[in-house]
């Protein structure tokens, strides 16, 4: 297991873009996975997988890691207690609400292949829960990642937060469905 973290970490230093992305898509991956069979899905559906893992490869790793980047520039890497509660601020009234508008998109869009129309009034509706639970949860993620994780590890903390985050959203939704039949 040594020799694995010491080549993930050789990759991470030397190609931090491209590792980002990949971890980000393999998270979101077995996030899907788990969430499938955790919601009773008999067989896994490997066009949502797929569809989840280039989610989380195209967009989440590179969103990820850019904004990290661009967070730690404007701050100039300062770490104190005023600081991360301004890059928390920051992240969570910027790229929090941009992040789950492009998922909840996506989701509908692409991975269920619904038509715009329906796409809009799901999101009009789902949006705004959402948007306000994400608050009442990430900001605390935030905190920690800012005030804890070295840049290089914010994109993977993320991730990891965000695939169980992944799970507990669409167990939540199944049994929302369930409650409501």
């Known amino acids: 297991m040594g020799e694995i973290v010491k080549k993930y970490m050789l990759q991470l230093q030397t190609h931090p ?3 980002k992305m990949i971890t980000a ?4 991956g077995i996030s899907d996975s788990v969430a499938q069979k955790l919601t009773g899905f008999e067989k896994i559906e490997l066009r949502r997988l797929l569809l989840k893992i280039i989610f ?4 989440g790793g590179p969103f990820g890691h850019y904004l990290h980047k661009v967070l730690d520039y404007i701050f100039k890497g300062k770490k104190d207690k005023t600081t991360v509660a301004k890059k ?3 992240e969570q009234l910027t790229s929090s609400p941009v992040n789950h508008m492009m998922f ?3 989701i509908g869009l692409v991975v269920e292949r619904r038509p715009w129309s329906e796409v809009k009034i799901r999101v009009k509706k789902q ?5 306000f639970t994400a ?6 993620i935030g905190w920690v990642n800012h005030q804890y994780i070295p840049l290089q590890f914010r994109v993977i903390f993320h991730s990891f937060v965000a695939m169980c985050w992944g799970i507990f959203l669409n167990v939540r ?3 929302l469905a369930l409650k409501n039949k």
Do not use: C, D, E, N
């Open 17 to 19: 873009l491209r590792t």
């Open 25 to 28: 898509g393999v998270l979101a």
């Open 56 to 59: 989380g490869f195209s967009y």
């Open 88 to 90: 928390v601020l920051l």
């Open 104 to 106: 909840l998109l996506y």
């Open 127 to 131: 949006y705004p829960t959402v948007q």
């Open 135 to 140: 608050w009442m949860f990430w900001p605390i």
């Open 173 to 175: 939704a199944k049994t």
